[in-house]
């Protein structure tokens, strides 16, 4: 198939906090071959997408289109087979692997869809945990920060629980303050209401909407779910490791 452009305007203004069209991520035709010793998987296709700053952007798609390989590109995961990622405006590929670390760590926050949390840990602790890996950040801003963190997603009162005492959509909450608590330009949500029902997976949805929208961070969000999809300001559906609208 060739190459196909994904880049447009979004279809709704984007959040008044955010600068518009100006490009948080790029990705200029790029490939994703999985090969085993049998079988070759391309499960990219060419692909050229445009994320602009404030944009809340959805992709959709049938399983094994390429939707989680994507994300994983753009969370600089994974590297494509071929083609340029660029992250404002300068190729990742130039970046030393020190700065590619500061740039996942700093600039990229992370949801899934089972929540990745630590059980042995609480709530707060799960939330500063990326932290500790940050130079610079101090024992107190760290708390400071998951604490500001827990409170934007309605959870101050549970700092002490453990992920077993919470339900679906509240360990999904300390999984999106985990990755605030970082402070990112970009958020890259792979089914996050993928585990919850319909009531839980639209609080967690109204929850990234108002970040978004409040905030202005920048979001991506892979869903099979049609109507959170359509809350988006702009969704992108794939199929076969390409774009098709
Ligand atoms: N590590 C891997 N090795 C080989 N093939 C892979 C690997 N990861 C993904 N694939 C293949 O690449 C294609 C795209 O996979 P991907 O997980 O990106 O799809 P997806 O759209 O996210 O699917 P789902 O909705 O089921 O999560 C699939 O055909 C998959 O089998």
């Not at 590619?100 to 899934?112: Q, S």
């Not at 549970?158 to 999106?176: E, K, M």
């Amino acid at each position: 198939m060739n190459a196909t452009t994904l880049f447009s305007a979004p279809t709704a203004a984007p959040s008044t906090r955010a600068t518009a069209f100006q490009p948080v991520i790029e990705l200029r035709s790029i490939e994703k071959v999985y090969q085993t010793k049998t079988i070759e998987t391309v499960a990219l296709n060419h692909v050229n997408l445009v994320i602009h700053k404030g944009e809340f952007v959805s992709i959709m798609g049938p399983s094994g289109c390429g939707k989680s390989t994507l994300l994983s590109i753009m969370g600089l995961l994974d590297e494509p087979t071929a083609g340029v990622v660029e992250i404002e405006g300068r190729a990742v590929q130039s970046y030393s692997d020190k700065e590619l670390a500061a740039l996942r760590n700093h600039k990229i926050g992370f949801v899934f869809q089972s929540y990745h949390l630590i059980n042995d840990l609480s709530v707060l602790d799960n939330v500063e945990l990326p932290l500790l890996y940050r130079p610079g950040v101090s024992g107190k801003e760290r708390r400071e920060r998951a604490y500001a963190a827990l409170d934007k997603v309605g959870l101050s009162a549970r700092t002490n629980h453990f992920p077993g005492q919470l339900s679906g959509g509240q360990r999904q909450r300390v999984a999106i303050a985990r990755a605030l608590a970082g402070r990112p330009e970009l958020i890259l949500a792979d089914e996050p209401t993928g585990n919850l029902d319909s009531v839980m997976g639209e609080e967690i949805m109204e929850l990234l909407l108002g970040l978004n929208r409040d905030e202005g961070t920048t979001i991506v969000m892979v869903t099979h779910d049609e109507q959170q999809a359509l809350k988006t300001q702009r969704l992108i559906r794939f199929f076969d490791g390409s774009q098709v609208s």
